[in-house]
């Protein structure tokens, strides 16, 4: 009998160790910063939304669109929750099950906001969606829904152009 359990222990266990199926609880912005530094000279995407935000659910579907298309070595994407944890199970965990992104998934719970906000960038007022570009030390921040993926993608493809990125990613464009 213990061998037929142990058998299923990864059938189990597969949902939590697919990429974007498992929630990272950040408890301090600088965790934020150690993944920011980790993305090194790829273009980094940082999404801030929350479940009881409806401009930031209704711009999901524009990020996972991004993401497909542009996932790779040089394109990475971090969609970071505002949730409180004490939303976690009752909101957070069911909303991401119902989603099911393929995106990394943080809920950044640092109560400083007003220490770490002007730390993401200096003209963030702390309203979301907010979509924060990162390359190195350059930043664009844009602090407003996304209406089209279209509009996210010229955001993105426009930073791109900016940083003189790689123009692999900018070539996936013309999808």
Same mark, same amino acid.
């Given at each position: 009998?213990?061998?037929?359990?142990?058998?299923?222990?990864?059938?189990?266990?597969?949902?939590?160790?697919?990429?974007?199926?498992?929630?990272?609880?950040?408890?301090?912005?600088?965790?934020?910063?150690?993944?920011?530094?980790?993305?090194?000279?790829?273009?980094?995407?940082?999404?801030?939304?929350?479940?009881?935000? /409806?401009?930031? #659910?209704?711009?999901?579907?524009?990020?996972?669109?991004?993401? =497909?298309?542009? %996932?790779?070595?040089? @394109? &990475?994407?971090?969609?970071?929750?505002?949730?409180?944890?004490?939303?976690?199970?009752?909101?957070?965990?069911?909303?991401?099950?119902?989603?099911?992104?393929?995106?990394?998934?943080?809920?950044?719970?640092?109560?400083?906001?007003?220490?770490?906000?002007?730390?993401?960038?200096?003209?963030? /007022?702390?309203? #979301?969606?907010?979509?924060?570009?990162?390359?190195?030390?350059? =930043?664009?921040? %844009?602090?407003?829904? @996304? &209406?089209?993926?279209?509009?996210?993608?010229?955001?993105?493809?426009?930073?791109?152009?900016?940083?003189?990125?790689?123009?692999?990613?900018?070539?996936?464009?013309?999808?």
């Amino acid at each position: 009998m213990r061998k037929i359990y142990l058998s299923l222990l990864p059938v189990f266990l597969l949902p939590c160790l697919l990429p974007g199926q498992t929630l990272k609880i950040f408890d301090s912005f600088s965790q934020l910063e150690e993944r920011i530094q980790q993305a090194g000279s790829s273009i980094l995407v940082i999404n801030f939304w929350a479940t009881w935000c /409806g401009p930031c #659910i209704e711009e999901l579907p524009c990020f996972d669109e991004l993401y =497909r298309n542009y %996932a790779g070595e040089d @394109f &990475e994407m971090v969609m970071v929750t505002l949730d409180f944890r004490s939303r976690i199970e009752p909101a957070v965990m069911p909303f991401l099950s119902k989603w099911n992104p393929k995106q990394e998934i943080i809920l950044l719970a640092d109560p400083e906001v007003d220490n770490w906000i002007p730390k993401v960038h200096p003209n963030w /007022g702390g309203s #979301i969606p907010a979509t924060l570009l990162v390359c190195g030390e350059q =930043r664009a921040l %844009a602090e407003k829904q @996304f &209406e089209s993926y279209e509009d996210l993608k010229a955001f993105v493809l426009d930073f791109v152009s900016k940083v003189q990125k790689t123009p692999k990613m900018c070539d996936k464009g013309a999808r």
